[in-house]
């Protein structure tokens, strides 16, 4: 094996280990709030509780990496094990980076407990209820995608989310906002574009890793959060269907949002 070759498996191998002890994917912009043609940083990070390690920018890993402002562009993510994984010039007004991955996969054996507690941590029951012919204790394997979107944005209009369509299930922060500050805010998840029921929804802050509010989505995919500080907030759920892969029990898409809440 050449030098090349083997440096490439190892960063793999590192990157498989990680998709599979993180439990969130979320991107991490430099600033959250800047000036127009600003260029930001964004870092895409693996974990659990909004604490998780950088990962670098890997083509065959990536679906769907763009930002959506005043045009929607392609982001050239920065190859190798560069941090960040990419940079971007922010348009005005708001700007939403979208990042999709292709499906990893996991075999969940007999006596794992992850399995379980994933179910458990996720409240995903009363989704796997909906399929009761799909295996539901171990042994399972199950393929995954993280679909990623964070906002940041310049100037003092009021702007508002949308539904992109660019992602396979959506987060969409519902209202129209200048800046994101304390208080209750109602976001939508959507299938395409239906709206999706009894998905649990969490609202993560950075500072101290604490779920701060959580609701399972209701029969028009909204869910109303507290985002009680000024803070940086991860907003996750995980929607899991069979997989229509026979070698698959289930596939499951994890939406994230990560925004930040100003005084």
Do not use: C
Request: charged residues 20%; aromatic residues 10%.
């Amino acid at each position: 094996m050449t030098i090349a070759r083997s440096l490439t498996f190892s960063v793999g191998l590192l990157i498989w280990s990680a998709q599979i002890q993180g439990h969130e994917f979320w991107i991490e912009p430099s600033k959250h709030y800047t000036t127009v043609n600003s260029t930001i940083e964004l870092t895409l990070k693996v974990g659990e509780t909004f604490r998780g390690s950088a990962q670098p920018y890997l083509p065959v890993d990536t679906a769907t990496f763009i930002i959506i402002g005043q045009t929607q562009r392609e982001i050239a993510g920065l190859l190798g094990d560069s941090r960040p994984a990419a940079t971007v010039t922010v348009d005005h007004g708001l700007n939403r980076i979208i990042h999709q991955t292709t499906p990893f996969s996991i075999r969940f054996g007999d006596d794992d407990e992850r399995w379980a507690n994933y179910i458990s941590l996720d409240g995903l029951q009363p989704q796997l209820d909906q399929h009761p012919a799909i295996p539901q204790i171990v042994p399972v394997t199950e393929r995954y995608v993280r679909v990623a979107k964070s906002f940041i944005k310049t100037g003092q209009a009021e702007v508002n989310d949308s539904l992109s369509g660019e992602m396979p299930f959506e987060l969409v922060l519902e209202g129209r906002w200048t800046q994101i500050i304390p208080g209750n805010y109602a976001f939508t998840l959507y299938d395409g574009n239906t709206p999706l029921e009894n998905v649990l929804i969490k609202a993560f802050r950075h500072s101290d890793r604490a779920v701060v509010s959580e609701a399972y989505t209701d029969p028009n995919g909204r869910v109303e959060l507290e985002l009680p500080s000024p803070d940086r907030y991860l907003i996750s759920g995980v929607v899991i269907r069979p997989d229509n892969d026979p070698d698959y029990d289930w596939m499951s898409h994890w939406p994230t949002i990560t925004l930040e809440v100003v005084n």
